[in-house]
């Protein structure tokens, strides 16, 4: 989110000491903080009803919930065995669908619910598992049921400052230069962050002020000074 004034953009900076939004922050630390060991699904529905409850800050809530998933480990491994369990329920199906005749088929198609529960029961059976189970599994890595497995832990108050810092990351993403001034830097510092530059493969015209000494000035091109990879060229900016 920005805002425009005098021909500048500006991003929408939040005050990082809101007594409100460090209430929205440490609540969704908490509900992210707890949420190692169950699936995606119920976080999820967790974190709806902490934002639920401040309807006033519901985009700033997003971008806070948004950030936490990212510091948010999921299983996302594929599992063969899934595809194994899904293998054999189509195979028992078919089979099972066969030998009912034309009228439970019917029933079955139709979405009568005693037919559908006995259904999945008696397929649960011929594999060797419980129907609760067989539910469970069957769509286990489909993305609202995968598991979460670590959650990177951090302050609120530091949430509230990585949302402000995501707002500028924001506007690099999408600008066509940045001008850095550099007062006095340290060679050590000045080594480190040409290297980085040059890692980065972002084009850089370096000088110094004219007003100020012993000052450089970076002017580095963004993405949109390109005609081609912008994406990625402002990923690495």
Same mark, same amino acid.
């Given at each position: 989110?920005f805002?425009?004034? !005098?021909?500048?953009?500006l991003?929408?900076?939040?005050n990082p000491? @809101?007594t409100?939004?460090?209430?929205i922050?440490?609540e969704l630390?908490a509900?992210?903080?707890?949420s190692v *060991?169950?699936?995606?699904?119920k976080?999820?529905e967790?974190t709806?009803?902490?934002?639920?409850?401040?309807p006033g800050?519901?985009?700033?809530?997003?971008?806070l919930?948004?950030?936490?998933?990212?510091r948010?480990? %999921?299983d996302t491994?594929?599992?063969?065995?899934l595809?194994?369990?899904r293998?054999?329920?189509?195979?028992?199906?078919?089979?099972?669908l066969k /030998?009912?005749g034309?009228?439970s088929?019917r /029933?079955?198609e139709?979405?009568v619910?005693?037919?559908?529960?006995n259904?999945?029961?008696?397929i649960a059976?011929?594999? *060797?598992? @419980?129907?609760?189970?067989?539910g469970?599994?069957?769509? /286990?890595?489909?993305? $609202?049921?995968?598991?979460v497995l670590h959650? !990177?832990e951090?302050t609120g108050t530091g949430l509230?400052?990585?949302?402000?810092?995501?707002q500028?990351?924001?506007?690099l993403?999408?600008?066509?230069?940045?001008?850095?001034?550099?007062?006095?830097?340290g060679?050590?510092?000045l080594?480190q962050?040409l290297?980085?530059? !040059?890692?980065?493969?972002l084009?850089?015209?370096?000088?110094?002020?004219?007003k100020m000494e012993?000052t450089?000035?970076?002017?580095?091109?963004g $993405?949109l000074?390109m %005609?081609?990879n912008t994406?990625?060229?402002? %990923?690495?900016l």
């Amino acid at each position: 989110c920005f805002r425009t004034n !005098r021909g500048k953009i500006l991003p929408k900076l939040i005050n990082p000491e @809101s007594t409100k939004l460090l209430e929205i922050a440490e609540e969704l630390l908490a509900v992210f903080s707890g949420s190692v *060991g169950a699936v995606r699904e119920k976080l999820e529905e967790a974190t709806k009803q902490v934002l639920d409850g401040f309807p006033g800050n519901a985009v700033v809530g997003r971008g806070l919930e948004k950030l936490l998933l990212d510091r948010t480990e %999921f299983d996302t491994e594929v599992k063969t065995e899934l595809a194994d369990l899904r293998q054999k329920v189509f195979f028992h199906s078919s089979a099972l669908l066969k /030998g009912k005749g034309e009228i439970s088929l019917r /029933g079955f198609e139709e979405g009568v619910a005693g037919d559908l529960k006995n259904f999945q029961s008696e397929i649960a059976h011929e594999i *060797g598992i @419980s129907a609760a189970d067989l539910g469970r599994q069957l769509y /286990g890595d489909l993305p $609202p049921f995968q598991q979460v497995l670590h959650f !990177r832990e951090m302050t609120g108050t530091g949430l509230l400052h990585r949302y402000n810092c995501a707002q500028i990351q924001g506007l690099l993403l999408r600008c066509e230069a940045m001008t850095v001034c550099l007062p006095e830097s340290g060679a050590a510092r000045l080594r480190q962050l040409l290297k980085y530059l !040059r890692f980065n493969k972002l084009l850089t015209r370096i000088s110094f002020h004219q007003k100020m000494e012993k000052t450089l000035v970076l002017e580095i091109d963004g $993405p949109l000074s390109m %005609f081609v990879n912008t994406q990625k060229y402002g %990923f690495n900016l």
